[in-house]
C-alpha cells in the first residue's frame, strides 16, 4: 500500500487553494493541470480493475492496457470542454497540454514512491523523458484543434482519430522503456527527440486555421 | 527471434514504404498547408505507428501483443482518417442525388462482415463495417462523379486500399499459413506499394 490517494490530496491541497485566488486564463490553467493530476489517478484505478478483469500479468498491462487507458482519460476533460464551453483553439491547446503536464507530474511522483529517489541521472532522463511523452501525446491532440478542424462535428471526430496517434505512441514508448540498456535509452529519447524537431516547425503547426 | 520469416520481412517493406509516405505527405503539408496533405500525412503516420507498435514488440519481447487493441486501434484510426481525407478532397457539396451504384457498398461491406463473424471478434468487425462503409462509398462516390476527372487517381488509391484489406482479411479467414504462398501477403505486398502511390495521386488532385 502506498497511500497514493493522500500523496494526491497533499500536491492538490495548495493548488486547489490557488484557484480561488486566480482569475482568467491563469485560473482555467491551474484547473487543468489539477485534473491532468487527477486523470492519472484515475487512470492508475482503470488500468488495474481492466488488467485484472483480463488476467493480464504487470508488464502486458502497462504495454497494452495502460496506454489505452491513459491517454483516454486525458483526453475527456478535453472533449468535455470542447463540447460544452466550445473554446477558441489556442485555449483547448493550451488545455490540453496542462492536463499532459499535470497527469506526468502526478505520475513521476507515483515512480519516486514506488522507485525512491537516489538515482539522479535515471531520474533525470526518467522525468524528462516520461514528461516530454505527455507533453507530445497531448500536442498531436493540440495540432489538430489549431490546423485541422473547422467544424463543430469534424473537430470531435478529428479529435478522437488523433486520441489513437497518441496512445499508440505512448504504447511504443512505454515498449521501448520496458526493455534494457540501450533500448530503454532510446526509448527516453523518442519524445525528447519529436519536441525538438516539433519546435522547429512551431510557427507552421501552430498556424491557426483560417 | 528470428526476423527472417515473411511476417516480419511484409511488416518492415510496409514500415518503409509508410514512412516515405509520411516524410513525403509532412514535407508537402509544411510547405503549402494544405489541410489535405496533413490528413495524408496522419494516415500513412497513424498505420505506420500501429506497424511499428507490432514490430518493436515482437523485438523487444520475442513474441507477437496478447492484446492487440492498440496497433489494432491505430489502424482503425487510420480509416478514420481516410475518410476525413476524402472529405476535405471532395469539399463541401450540396446534397445531391444518391447514384443506385453505392448501395451496393453496404451491402458488400454488411455481407463481409457477417462473413468474418464467424470467428467472432463482433466489436471489431462492426467498427470496420461502419468505417469502410463509409470509406468506400466517399470513394466510389467520388470516382462516380464526372466533374471531378482531376481527383480520380486518389479515389482509386484510396479504393485499392480497401480492397486489399478485405483481400487480407479474407485471406486470413481461410488460410492461416504463414508463408509466401499465402495470398495475404501478397494484398499486404500490394498495399504497401499502395501507400508510395497516395502522395503522386493527392498531389495530382490538391496540388495541380
Keep these: 500500500m502506498n497511500y497514493i490517494e493522500n500523496v ?21 490553467l491551474m484547473i487543468f493541470l489539477i485534473i491532468g493530476m487527477g486523470a492519472c489517478l484515475l487512470s492508475s484505478y482503470i488500468s488495474t480493475f481492466l488488467a485484472i478483469i483480463q488476467g493480464a500479468d504487470f508488464l502486458s498491462a502497462s504495454l497494452e492496457i495502460a496506454p489505452l487507458v491513459e491517454e483516454s482519460i486525458k483526453l475527456f476533460p478535453l472533449l468535455f470542454y470542447l463540447l460544452i464551453f466550445e473554446p477558441e483553439a489556442k485555449d483547448a ?15 513521476n511522483v507515483c515512480f519516486l514512491m514506488e522507485n525512491g529517489a537516489d538515482s539522479v541521472l535515471h531520474l533525470l532522463i526518467r522525468g524528462f523523458g516520461t514528461g516530454t511523452c505527455h507533453v507530445v501525446c497531448a500536442l498531436f491532440i493540440s495540432i489538430g484543434i489549431y490546423r485541422l478542424w473547422d467544424k463543430e462535428w ?57 | 527471434m528470428d526476423l527472417l520469416n515473411i511476417e516480419s520481412i511484409d511488416t518492415i517493406i510496409q514500415l518503409i514504404t509508410t514512412l516515405v509516405c509520411v516524410i513525403i505527405s509532412i514535407t508537402r503539408a509544411l510547405k503549402t498547408g494544405k489541410k489535405a496533405w496533413i490528413m495524408l500525412f496522419f494516415t500513412a503516420f497513424i498505420y505506420f505507428l500501429g506497424d511499428l507498435y507490432w514490430q518493436i514488440f515482437v523485438v523487444v519481447h520475442g513474441h507477437i501483443p496478447y492484446y ?32 443506385p451504384v453505392l448501395y451496393l457498398v453496404p451491402v458488400f461491406t454488411l455481407g463481409m462482415a457477417i462473413l468474418y463473424m464467424q470467428k467472432e471478434d463482433y466489436i471489431g468487425n462492426i467498427v470496420c463495417l461502419i468505417l469502410m462503409t463509409v470509406l468506400i462509398w466517399q470513394g466510389v462516390a467520388g470516382l462516380l462523379d464526372k466533374s471531378e ?7 482509386i488509391a484510396v479504393l485499392a486500399f480497401c480492397f486489399e ?16 504462398r499465402n495470398p495475404y501477403y501478397w494484398a499486404d505486398m500490394a498495399m504497401s506499394l499502395t501507400f508510395l502511390f497516395m502522395p503522386l495521386a493527392l498531389g495530382k488532385a490538391v496540388d495541380e
Excluded: D
Aim: glycine letters at 4%; one cysteine or more.
Design chain 2, 68 to 99: 492487440s487493441y492498440i496497433p489494432y486501434l491505430s489502424w482503425y484510426a487510420s480509416y478514420l482518417f481516410f475518410i476525413l481525407l476524402l472529405i476535405e478532397v471532395r469539399g463541401e457539396r450540396e446534397k445531391e442525388k444518391v447514384n
Design chain 2, 165 to 180: 484489406e478485405y483481400a487480407m482479411w479474407t485471406s486470413s479467414f481461410f488460410i492461416a499459413e504463414e508463408s509466401i
Design chain 1, 93 to 107: 491547446a493550451n488545455a490540453s497540454l496542462m492536463t499532459a503536464i499535470g497527469f506526468a507530474t502526478f505520475e
Design chain 1, 8 to 28: 494526491f490530496i497533499c500536491l492538490v491541497a495548495p493548488l486547489l487553494i490557488s484557484v480561488f485566488w486566480m482569475k482568467g486564463k491563469a485560473r482555467r
Design chain 1, 154 to 210: 469534424l473537430r470531435n471526430i478529428g479529435t478522437l482519430a488523433l486520441l489513437a496517434v497518441a496512445i499508440t505512441y505512448h504504447g511504443i514508448f512505454n515498449i521501448l522503456v520496458s526493455a534494457s540498456g540501450a533500448i530503454a535509452i532510446i526509448g527516453y529519447f523518442i519524445p525528447i527527440a519529436t519536441i525538438i524537431v516539433t519546435r522547429f516547425f512551431r510557427k507552421e503547426l501552430m498556424k491557426e486555421r483560417a
Design chain 2, 149 to 155: 476527372k482531376r481527383k480520380k487517381y486518389i479515389y
